[in-house]
């Protein structure tokens, strides 16, 4: 039963990239705090490779201009500079983050990882039936992703608590709290582990 479930289970890593994760890019886009889960999302990733559910890496890359962002973040860009622009080393995943030949990355622009890209038509493709999601932020990408898996109707969503983070800790409780209310999963890295 167990090999069934996690062969119709994908992991969501959302936007483990350098320019929101490494203070050391001095990126306006970086989230304080969010270094802290770089180890959970590590040994997130590899707990999924070992039980055989598919990585998928869900990454920002925008245009040097910033064309194709959010209007309330085309400040950020200017003289082709800007957050996780394509080709970047802003856009590169944050160290001990490696994807896989065996692993899928979608690029999205926008909060959902559902939104706009080929991520839902990918999924039916595999026979996913079930979700996990890590990365950064929880009241945003993470979020809005949740919600929109649970609207296309996913099985089981699951949030790992402690592998998603945002700059203030009770925004993130509430966030939790909010998703586990939809039927939202929401265990922490050791309590998945023992699933």
Same mark, same amino acid.
């Given at each position: 039963?167990? =090999?069934?479930?996690?062969?119709?289970?994908?992991?969501?890593?959302?936007?483990?990239? /350098? @320019? &929101?994760?490494?203070?050391d890019?001095?990126s306006?886009?970086?989230l304080?705090?969010?270094? *802290?889960? +770089?180890?959970?999302?590590? %040994?997130?990733?590899?707990?999924?490779?070992?039980?055989?559910?598919?990585?998928?890496w !869900?990454? $920002?890359e925008? @245009?040097?201009?910033g064309?194709d962002?959010?209007?309330?973040?085309?400040?950020?860009?200017?003289? *082709?500079?800007?957050? =996780?622009?394509?080709?970047?080393?802003?856009?590169?995943l944050?160290? *001990? #983050? +490696?994807?896989? @030949? %065996?692993?899928? /990355?979608?690029v999205?622009?926008? &909060?959902?990882?559902? &939104?706009?890209?080929?991520?839902?038509?990918?999924?039916?493709?595999?026979?996913?039936?079930?979700?996990? !999601?890590? *990365?950064?932020q929880t009241?945003?990408?993470?979020?809005?992703t !949740? &919600?929109d898996?649970?609207?296309? @109707?996913?099985?089981?969503?699951?949030?790992? =608590?402690?592998a998603?983070?945002?700059?203030?800790?009770?925004?993130h409780?509430?966030?939790? $709290?909010?998703?586990?209310?939809?039927?939202? =999963?929401?265990?922490? #890295?050791?309590?998945? #582990?023992? #699933?």
């Amino acid at each position: 039963m167990a =090999a069934t479930k996690w062969s119709e289970t994908a992991m969501l890593v959302l936007d483990m990239q /350098k @320019d &929101f994760v490494s203070p050391d890019t001095g990126s306006p886009t970086v989230l304080p705090g969010a270094e *802290g889960i +770089v180890p959970t999302v590590i %040994e997130a990733v590899s707990a999924a490779r070992e039980r055989g559910i598919l990585v998928i890496w !869900v990454v $920002r890359e925008h @245009d040097p201009w910033g064309r194709d962002v959010e209007p309330f973040r085309r400040h950020l860009y200017s003289n *082709g500079e800007g957050p =996780a622009v394509k080709g970047r080393s802003g856009a590169e995943l944050v160290e *001990g #983050l +490696v994807i896989k @030949d %065996e692993d899928y /990355k979608v690029v999205k622009t926008r &909060f959902s990882a559902f &939104f706009a890209t080929n991520l839902h038509q990918l999924l039916q493709g595999c026979g996913i039936k079930n979700l996990v !999601v890590i *990365g950064i932020q929880t009241p945003n990408c993470v979020r809005q992703t !949740v &919600f929109d898996a649970v609207a296309l @109707d996913y099985h089981q969503v699951t949030v790992v =608590a402690d592998a998603t983070t945002t700059a203030v800790p009770q925004v993130h409780l509430d966030n939790i $709290r909010d998703m586990k209310s939809i039927g939202v =999963a929401t265990p922490t #890295l050791r309590e998945w #582990l023992q #699933l």
